[in-house]
């Protein structure tokens, strides 16, 4: 049973159009979470995270809205861009144990020029 | 320049043959994981260890085996593999400061 869910495996956008990308959690214990990004080939790189305590967090184009009430967090990228495309990871963590991290299945970004 | 490095990072091999993926970190970060990748399951802990000697179970932990005798180091053991491990394979390093650097990956195929 998966307790980090992506249900989008893929999302197209036009270029200069915003991007939203969703997550659902069920353990009501995380209390940290992030997002990464992966380009082929390539490891996982940390993009954006927030803490339980905060509903919003915001670094350049890439913002993070967390709805604890509904275990939802959703990452929008504005304006997107082509190097945007990749394949975006939400993932949680426990403030007690932050070594201990939960991946979602991971959505795969298309932004069209 | 601040990495994680992995090796080999493309392996195949025959059902049995005892392997070996190193994990090096020049971060002198205390908390390192294994992670493997699968299509649709996303990125699943294997172990985690948070500092030297110190590592514990993730969430799939059946099959592998890991040692920290060094901080900069952790290696991923695979005794006996077998074909349901062939998978896509991530070292990661932290500090605690929440967020973690990732290796680039190594490709296994078990036959």
């Known amino acids: 049973d998966q307790q980090v869910k992506q249900n989008s495996p893929s999302l197209s956008v036009q270029e200069g159009r915003i991007s939203i990308l969703n997550c659902d959690y069920t353990?009501?214990?995380?209390?940290?979470f992030l997002w990464y990004k992966k380009y082929p080939a390539e490891g996982p790189t940390f993009l954006i995270s927030?803490?339980?305590?905060?509903d919003k967090n915001e670094d350049g184009r890439f913002t993070v809205f967390l709805n604890k009430s509904a275990k939802h967090l959703s990452l929008h990228i504005v304006p997107s861009q082509p190097g945007d495309s990749a394949v975006y990871f939400c993932?949680?963590?426990?403030?007690?144990?932050?070594?201990?991290?939960?991946f979602g299945p991971g959505t795969s970004l298309s932004v069209i020029p | 320049e601040a990495q994680v490095t992995q090796n080999p990072r493309y392996l195949i091999t025959v059902t049995g043959k005892k392997l070996t993926v190193t994990c090096s970190q020049n971060?002198?970060?205390?908390?390192m994981s294994w992670y493997r990748q699968d299509p649709g399951l996303g990125l699943r802990q294997i172990y985690y260890?948070?500092?030297?000697?110190?590592?514990d179970k993730g969430d799939v932990p059946e099959g592998y085996k890991v040692s920290r005798k060094e901080k900069r180091n952790f290696p991923l053991i695979l005794e006996s593999p077998s074909p349901n491990q062939t998978s896509l394979y991530f070292c990661?390093?932290?500090?605690?400061?929440?967020?973690?650097?990732f290796g680039p990956g190594t490709r296994l195929t078990v036959l």
């Open positions: 353990n009501s214990m995380f209390d940290y």
């Open positions: 993932a949680a963590s426990f403030r007690t144990s932050y070594d201990k991290v939960i």
């Open positions: 990661a390093s932290s500090s605690g400061a929440k967020s973690q650097f």
């Open positions: 971060m002198n970060h205390e908390y």
């Open positions: 260890s948070m500092n030297v000697e110190v590592t």
């Open positions: 927030i803490s339980s305590i905060k």
